[in-house]
Each structure stands twice: as structure tokens, then as C-alpha cells.
Antibody, heavy 123, light 110 residues
């Protein structure tokens, strides 16, 4: 069974940095497309970033230049390094795998999700 | 790009069918078949219900179906059940290395 477990969230002051981790079991992070999606309290979902199996990365405009997605193949873990944090980054952050139906990956379809980790940016 | 537009709420009685709309533009929903739908119960992670406009992942009930016409995608739930009460989100990939989500629709089963 594929499982994703996020960690690293917490309370951080504006301008601070935080690194989120997403430990995977049951599948190999380096062989799949993986993404971060966030959800502000009481709000909708917002896509944050994706890393392809080949290592190519993309970011939402709202986090470009501040967040970095990466992975450690030896630890089978996905990361999100978040710098210059703002109040509007406050959200539950989910890692998720992009759906693969045997023919290709779907960039907007996320089939396995972690439980989420809460990030609160406040002074 | 702006978020996709969904109604804030819909409701239906057990056994009935309901449809949730998701309106985008000719640059996203109208141009690509990348439309997905998610179900989210309170305090839980979202669950993928529909991808590629109308395809269901393994294990998703056949009561859930998706379609698209022009710039608007739709999720239909037939034979409404109490456990269907949840928030539903649509998503689309406009081919620009970003992903758009709708604002979400709260489904109430009366």
C-alpha cells in the first residue's frame, strides 16, 4: 500500500524558513511525478509545485523564487523548502502523487495524498 | 490564470442526482481534457474521483461521472447517499505547467 507522511510544519514568523518532508512507502519517489498542494484554513486547494521523475520542477507564481521542491532518493522522501514565508502561506500542506494510468501522468490528477502538515506564518 | 468557478453549495435528497459545475475559460477547461474532481470530507485529505474529464480511478463508485461542454465541466452524482456529503473541488491543467483548482462546492444531503 502506498503511503505518504508529511512532517515539518509549525508556527513560523514572517520572513522565516521551513522545510517540509514527505516520506513515502510502497512506491519510489524518484520514479513518479509528485506534487505539493496547499489549503488555507477554510479555503480551497492551491497547487504549489511539481517534480517530474526526470527531475524537472515547476512552481505556482505565488511561490516561485521562494519555495524549492526536491527529493532524496536514498531516503525516498520529497521535500519543500520554504523561504521568505508570508502570512498568506499559512495553510495545510499536502504532498501527493500524480496519477498514472499506464499511458502517462496527469498533471492535475493527484491520487495518493498524505495527511497534511499545518504551516502557520504569524508573528 | 484565475481559479475555476464552482457554485458554493448544492444539495439533494438521498437517491436523487445532483450536478456540480466547474467553469473555466477557453484557455484551460475549454482547450484541454485535463479536468479532475476531488471529494474532501472535513479534516481529511482530498480523494480523486474523476480524471481526464470523465474517467474514474479504480475503486471509485460508478455513481460518480464527469463530463465537459465548452468551458464548463460537470460532476454528476447519482443515487445520492449520506456519505456523499462533502466538499468537491475541480481542477484543470491549462498546459502551462500550472494547475488550477475551483473554489469548492459544499454538497449537503438533505
Amino acid at each position: 500500500e502506498v503511503q505518504l507522511v508529511e512532517s515539518g510544519g509549525g508556527l513560523i514568523q514572517p520572513g522565516g524558513s521551513l522545510r517540509l518532508s514527505c516520506a513515502a512507502s510502497g512506491h519510489t519517489v524518484s520514479s513518479t511525478y509528485m506534487s505539493w498542494v496547499r489549503q488555507a484554513p477554510g479555503k480551497g486547494l492551491e497547487w504549489v509545485s511539481i517534480i517530474y521523475s526526470g527531475g524537472t520542477t515547476y512552481y505556482a507564481d505565488s511561490v516561485k523564487g521562494r519555495f524549492t521542491i526536491s527529493r532524496d532518493n536514498s531516503r525516498n522522501t520529497l521535500y519543500l523548502q520554504m523561504n521568505s514565508l508570508r502570512a498568506e502561506d499559512t495553510a495545510v500542506y499536502y504532498c501527493a502523487t500524480n496519477y498514472y494510468d499506464g499511458t502517462g501522468y496527469y498533471p492535475d490528477a493527484f491520487d495518493i495524498w498524505g495527511q497534511g502538515t499545518m504551516v502557520t506564518v504569524s508573528s | 490564470q484565475s481559479a475555476l468557478t464552482q457554485p458554493a453549495s448544492v444539495s439533494g435528497s438521498p437517491g436523487q442526482s445532483i450536478t456540480i459545475s466547474c467553469t473555466g475559460t477557453s484557455s484551460d477547461v475549454g482547450s484541454y481534457n485535463y479536468v479532475s474532481w476531488y471529494q474532501q470530507h472535513p479534516g481529511k485529505a482530498p480523494k480523486l474521483m474523476i480524471y481526464d474529464v470523465s474517467k474514474r480511478p479504480s475503486g471509485v463508485s460508478g455513481r460518480f461521472s464527469g463530463s465537459k461542454s465548452g468551458n464548463t465541466a460537470s460532476l454528476t452524482i447519482s443515487g445520492l447517499q449520506a456519505e456523499d456529503e462533502a466538499d468537491y473541488f475541480c481542477s484543470s491543467y491549462p498546459g502551462s505547467t500550472t494547475v488550477l483548482f475551483g473554489g469548492g462546492t459544499k454538497l449537503t444531503v438533505l
